[in-house]
């Protein structure tokens, strides 16, 4: 229960702060080209708020609502979530969205977005400046494979270079997601450079499989827990476990489901000692552990940053994160894409189980990211719509029909709400057949 807790007051604070950053862009914006914002709320409050003021002298009401779904800002003049009609049947005014032109317009609606990419660079900044920028190099590290990329040709022990000539630097997701999606990788292979073609549905069935590509530490024991199961079985320092009951354990991840999934009993080992390989069975408690503690031969670059420095590095962190997220978000329309997809209760186990500020930070950059792409989506309801629409009238030198506007938010509006109910809903079902 604790954990929960935990995890959630991450999930709540962080969108909180991510969701008044991105309204903040919009109404700092809307202030600069003098549009009246009658509202900014934390969270929706449909029929009533928690909690809300209104300074004197000020044209704004600010409060909270109760519906944690996001946020709102209210733009005199605007067709947006509050569909309110009686004050765009009135005539326009000169304080009012619709009377600015097109070009003012648009940088109101992509106002939030910017504010979202900002965070997430000035956050990653922070990030390099305090504690580094740690990584694993992807051109200097040997691999370890799921059994989907063996079937493609790569082998336990590979070193990514290049995925379809592009040069590999890292092992994280944005590299990773480039070599799943490339036809060609060249790759050091007991010293030498080969060029290895990938099957032409190699990214289909990575997906179908949903398993990890690669991890780059092995399963190598580097100690043994005095009396514990594995050093009764006669386990030593050194071994490295090839196989729990069959199953090909090399990479150290793929070894811990295993044990996952036999706590409480026996399993058959496949080990690599030196040259031989060994048989053993050893005993798996009920954590799913036997007592040993994994080699940990590949380590992490940390390169160090002053103030002035980091923000470049911050910036290319965050221009890595935005690349990778824009790079997988067409699986989004695929079935794979569709079945995968969570509500917060997945968000929400990203964040680690205990308090860590570095982590919780790096986790809302990310989420900045997310946040922002998603509202560039050409959906009705969202910024991108909004600027879709404004983008045709720039184009064609007409606004489109007002009736027609109202109609598409609303359409948006109703795919939202059933993205979200069926995105927590998977959650809900996910919870109760694990």
């Known amino acids: ?7 959630a007051a991450q999930l709540v604070l962080s969108l909180s702060i991510l969701v008044i950053v991105h309204e ?7 202030k600069l080209f003098k549009v009246r914002v009658e509202k900014f709320y934390l969270f929706f409050n449909p029929w009533f708020s928690l909690c809300k003021f209104k300074p004197d002298n000020s044209e704004t009401e600010y409060g909270i609502g109760w519906l944690p779904l996001g946020g709102y800002v209210k733009i005199s003049g605007m067709i947006d979530e ?3 009609k009686e004050a765009l049947a009135q005539p326009p005014q000169p304080w009012e969205f619709r009377t600015k032109p097109a070009w003012q317009r648009l940088l109101i609606m992509v106002g939030g977005v910017i504010m979202n990419f900002i965070l997430a660079f000035v956050i990653y900044s922070a990030l390099v400046m305090n504690w580094g920028d740690n990584y694993i190099p992807i051109d200097k590290t040997p691999l370890y494979f799921s059994e989907v990329a063996h079937r493609a040709g790569l082998e336990d022990g590979d070193i990514l270079l290049a995925a379809d000539g592009k040069r590999l630097t890292r092992y994280d997701d944005l590299d990773l997601f480039r070599v799943i999606s490339a036809e060609n990788v060249t790759l050091l292979r007991g010293g030498q450079e080969k060029n290895i073609r990938l099957p032409e549905n190699f990214e289909k069935q ?3 499989a949903k398993m990890p590509l690669a991890h780059f530490q092995n399963a190598q024991i580097d100690r043994l827990i005095a009396g514990g199961n594995a050093e009764k079985a006669g386990l030593k320092a050194g071994d490295e476990i090839l196989s729990v009951n069959g199953v090909n354990t090399v990479a150290f991840p793929a070894l811990v489901n295993a044990l996952s999934e036999n706590k409480g009993s026996e399993v058959l080992m496949e080990l690599l000692r030196g040259e031989e390989k060994i048989e053993v069975t050893v005993s798996v408690d009920e954590a799913g552990k036997i007592g040993i503690y994994p080699s940990s031969k590949n380590t992490y670059v940390s390169d160090k940053y002053n103030f002035f420095q980091s923000f470049p590095a911050g910036i290319s962190l965050g221009v890595r994160k935005i690349s990778f997220y824009v790079l997988q978000l067409r699986l989004f329309f695929t079935r794979t894409g569709i079945e995968s997809l ?8 990203l964040f680690p189980a205990q308090w860590s500020w570095p982590d919780f930070w790096n986790m809302a950059a990310f989420l900045s990211i997310i946040l922002g792409v998603m509202n560039l989506l050409p ?4 910024d991108g719509g909004h600027v879709m629409f404004l983008l045709y009238e720039v184009a ?3 606004k489109p029909n007002d009736k027609f506007v109202e109609y598409a938010q609303i359409a948006g509006m109703a795919f939202l709400l059933l993205l979200l109910v069926y995105a927590n809903g998977n959650d809900i079902i996910r919870f109760f057949v694990k």
């Open 396 to 398: 064609s030198g007409r």
């Open 342 to 349: 969570g509500g917060f209760g997945t968000i929400g186990n």
């Open 24 to 30: 903040f862009g919009h109404f700092i914006l809307s």
């Open 206 to 208: 990575f997906l179908s």
């Open 379 to 382: 959906i009705p309801a969202l």
């Open 82 to 84: 509050s569909m309110d």
């Open 1 to 7: 229960m604790e954990t929960i807790l935990i995890k």
